[in-house]
């Protein structure tokens, strides 16, 4: 006990009349070279998450790179699913280069949609890609993150271009659900 009380009487000496230290501020000539020496992408293991959680997507660092070495695209895009939904389902958005329907399709992102339909998710396809942007409604079940089969889709009437510099955002899209023959669209993560 008088070693801790020694300790604490230390650590309350030493920093009394201390000032706080600024850190070190670097010059504005050294701003575009030291942005320019980002860290190359670093995927996480899988491991980085808790014990018992699914792993829903690979972060990176230094953003995220498209698949075949191409310059990527930032691509957001947000608008409503209106469809109604029973209570034990929920709405997914797909994006994806090629058609999101067909097996060829390369899927980019999928997102849960919240209740209110609202939906708003961001993908980083090769620049000068078509985008094609799905929407589902799948049952719940123990592995939310994957997609399952469905009768219940639609698919955007446009297909929407990625090209141009900085955040391409598309918004106020609107996707019809509907009733057609059974499939189940791609994983992201699963290709």
């Excluded at 009380?5 to 000496?13: H, K, P, Q």
């Excluded at 997914?92 to 609202?118: F, H, K, Q, W």
């Excluded at 009768?151 to 297909?159: A, N």
Aim: net charge negative; with cysteine; proline share 11%.
């Amino acid at each position: 006990m008088f070693k801790f009380s020694w300790l604490l009487a230390s650590l309350s000496v030493a920093t009394v009349g201390c000032k706080k230290a600024e850190p070190p501020r670097m010059p504005a000539a050294a701003l575009p070279q030291a942005q320019a020496a980002a860290p190359a992408p670093v995927a996480l293991p899988a491991s980085a998450s808790p014990a018992g959680m699914p792993v829903l997507a690979t972060a990176t660092v230094g953003g995220p790179q498209p698949d075949d070495g191409q310059h990527a695209c930032e691509v957001e895009l947000s608008g409503d699913i209106t469809v109604a939904i029973g209570p034990n389902e929920s709405r997914y958005i797909y994006v994806a280069t090629g058609d999101c329907l067909n097996p060829t399709g390369i899927m980019r992102g999928r997102e849960l949609v919240p209740e209110s339909g609202s939906f708003f998710i961001e993908v980083f396809p090769p620049c000068g890609s078509d985008l094609t942007v799905c929407a589902t409604i799948e049952a719940n079940g123990p592995d939310m993150h994957l997609p399952k089969p469905t009768s219940r889709y639609g698919k955007l009437d446009r297909v929407l271009h990625a090209d141009g510099a900085g955040e391409i955002e598309f918004k106020d899209l609107h996707l019809q659900v509907g009733s057609a023959p059974e499939l189940m669209l791609k994983s992201p993560w699963n290709k």
